[in-house]
């Protein structure tokens, strides 16, 4: 499937909740805000459906997303529909890494292929700073079990932020070294202004736009063609595959800002 800048775009990703046991300084905001609720989630059997019929059209790659996709239950009843899917390749996860122990093998055996993990620093106190709350032993916990579980290659994001310092980088780096990780350094950035980090360190970032080869599904039901883009198209479950063609022809050349979701309802 191409766009009208001729990028092949095979690869979704699905936030399956906005609701996280975290609330990571750069992804929620600090005062509450109103979650979606149940009933506006939408469920196994249309994010299946959804899967299918977008497989059909040339997507190979799914990655699931949320907030954090281990707190919607059963959740490894989702992957194994969509890792039965003909046409699709790969199914793996974004996840803090919290509930990875009790939920690894459930996963593998599920037909998860692997996993990213997010761990912004290996200091207890700052870790909990950042996650407001987060307990950093659980996440080490989870990282071992998803080694147990194969869920390999496990790749750990590091979102650097201004007050990352490179001594926390090179102790990351020389953490996942040791473990048998691969480290993924990711630019600190706002989804309403693409600031640039990257001359303070060398980072990953949001591919560059040339290269995009993704779309997003939300967890209320919104087709986003681009991450620093207000666009979204309603999913209409009548007509799945229109619905993929109208996101692919609002898929800009270059992405600007969306001030219309906060990070945490679409997943990055």
């Known amino acids: 499937m191409l766009d009208r800048f001729n990028r092949r775009i095979d690869y979704l990703r699905i936030s399956v909740t906005d609701r996280c046991n975290y609330s990571c300084v750069y992804c929620m905001p600090e005062a509450p805000f109103i979650r979606k609720n149940h009933s506006d989630i939408l469920s196994y059997e249309q994010i299946a459906s959804f899967v299918k019929a977008a497989a059909r059209m040339g997507i190979k790659k799914v990655r699931l997303t949320g907030g954090e996709p281990l707190v919607r239950k059963d959740i ?45 620093s290996l200091d207890a106190d700052r870790f909990g700073l950042l996650t407001r709350g987060g307990d950093l032993r659980q996440v080490l916990a989870g990282i071992e079990a998803a080694k147990k579980a194969e869920l390999t290659p496990i790749k750990i994001n590091m979102v650097i932020l201004n007050d990352t310092t490179e001594e926390e980088i090179e102790k990351m780096q020389t ?26 360190f060398k980072t990953q970032r949001p591919p560059k736009c040339s290269r995009c080869n993704r779309l997003r599904l939300t967890a209320d039901g919104y087709l986003k063609p681009c991450l620093f883009s207000d666009n979204e198209i309603r999913v209409d479950f009548d007509n799945i595959v229109d619905s993929i063609l109208k996101a692919v022809a609002k898929k800009p050349e270059n992405g600007s800002s969306c001030r219309n979701r906060f990070m945490s309802q679409i997943g990055g």
């Open 175 to 200: 953490f996942c070294d040791e473990q048998g990780l691969q480290l993924q350094k990711i630019m600190q950035f706002s989804l309403y202004d693409r600031a640039d980090l990257s001359r303070r």
């Open 76 to 120: 490894e009843q989702l992957v194994a529909k969509l890792a039965a899917i003909d046409g699709i390749d790969e199914v793996c996860m974004t996840t803090n890494g919290s509930l990875l122990t009790e939920m690894a093998t459930k996963l593998k055996k599920s037909g998860l292929c692997r996993v990213n993990i997010s761990v912004d």
